[in-house]
């Protein structure tokens, strides 16, 4: 089963407008949907819809709307109760693909609270083949509460005499740069380049000054940061780049996996279905290319839906994309 853990959910708002957005103007919204987010939320709706054993952990009541809609979806999802309410990032849309997405700092978590989650989310990890730690920290926590989680995990695990399940982080900022530079290693990592490119920043590693955005196909200089930030300790570091698919870095195997050409509708939970993607293919032991296939394929599915809509498994079809594998044994 893989575990999900979204410390600062929220129920997301995409707004469509049909008319490019004027900034101070009052405008009419095409159409506006709402859908449980977060995202760790986003890789459980993505796993269990593609027919994946998957368990949602998160703080938020049973009442919230947000908890409400996403049990209705059939999610399963176990919470931790707060009396606040869960927060509503909102994504405004415009003819011609350009997003916008503003996210609300979340609801401050008590003491109390964090306790409860961790042991909530070390009391489920005894089943989990995978963790999934995912999305920012809302206020009130520790930026090295990720790695809290890790460190009490794998300490319940040796105390049971088990198996601590694989761990695949995906954050950024602080949260992330706290964990890889703690002394808790983990087995993968899913940043974008600008989030791979600020880690490595974080970590002491030259980047170049370039927007990463404009590297063009060549990915060399991607993957020569990310040898070096793989030296902390990391098993692999999955990078998404958008409509240039995706890398994996680790130390057996660089993979290279084209994006197919798509209209995309909204990239707002892209990167989390490409997670799900991998995890779902490592879930079902498929190698380093074979997971990677199917990330990528999730991906682009996720970005041709509305929304943060999640795909099917026949929406997100791997033997449509083109993977190349190139072995290596990385010294660590
Ligand atoms: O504010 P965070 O926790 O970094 O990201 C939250 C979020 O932007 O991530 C998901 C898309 O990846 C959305 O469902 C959600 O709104």
């Known amino acids: ?100 997405k503003l996210n609300e700092p979340g609801a401050i ?10 042991d909530l989310i070390v009391s489920r990890s005894a089943d989990a083949t995978w963790l999934v730690l995912a999305g920012s920290l809302p206020p009130g ?26 761990i695949a982080v995906d954050s950024s900022g602080e949260p992330l740069a706290a964990l890889i530079a703690s002394d808790e290693s983990v087995d993968l990592i899913k940043p974008n380049a600008d989030e791979l490119f600020e ?27 990310a040898d070096q930030v793989l030296a902390h300790g990391l098993g692999g570091i999955l990078i998404t780049l958008g409509s240039r698919g995706a890398v994996l870095a680790s130390t057996t195997d660089v993979v290279r996996a084209e994006a197919p050409r798509i209209i995309a509708r909204s990239t707002v939970g892209a990167g989390d279905c490409s997670l799900a993607g991998f995890l779902l293919a490592s879930e079902r032991g498929a190698d380093a290319a074979g997971c990677m296939a199917q990330a990528v394929a999730h991906g682009a599915a996720a970005a ?18 083109a993977v190349r594998r190139f072995p290596r044994a990385l010294a660590q």
Request: glycine share 8%.
């Open 1 to 100: 089963m893989i575990v999900t853990v979204t410390l600062n959910p929220s129920f997301d708002r995409t707004i469509d407008l049909d008319v490019p957005l004027e900034r101070g103007q009052v405008q009419r919204a095409a159409r506006a949907v709402q859908e449980p987010g977060g995202k760790g939320v986003n890789v459980s709706r993505a796993l269990h819809t593609a027919g994946a054993d998957t368990l949602a952990l998160l703080p938020g009541a049973a009442t919230d709307p947000m908890i409400v809609a996403l049990r209705a979806d059939g999610i399963p999802t176990e919470t931790v109760p707060v009396s606040a309410a869960i927060r509503s990032n909102t994504t405004i849309t415009e003819p011609g693909g350009t997003t916008t």
């Open 109 to 118: 978590l008590t003491a109390a609270t964090a306790t409860a989650l961790l």
């Open 141 to 166: 926590l520790d930026t090295d509460f990720y790695a809290r989680i890790v460190r009490e995990v794998r300490t319940a695990a040796m105390r049971r005499g088990t198996t601590a399940p694989r």
């Open 199 to 225: 880690l490595a920043t974080s970590l002491g590693i030259g980047v170049p000054a370039i927007d990463p955005e404009s590297l063009g196909p060549d990915d060399a200089v991607v993957i020569d940061i």
């Open 304 to 321: 041709s839906l509305p929304g943060s809509r999640v795909p099917t498994l026949e929406q997100a079809n791997a033997d449509a994309i």
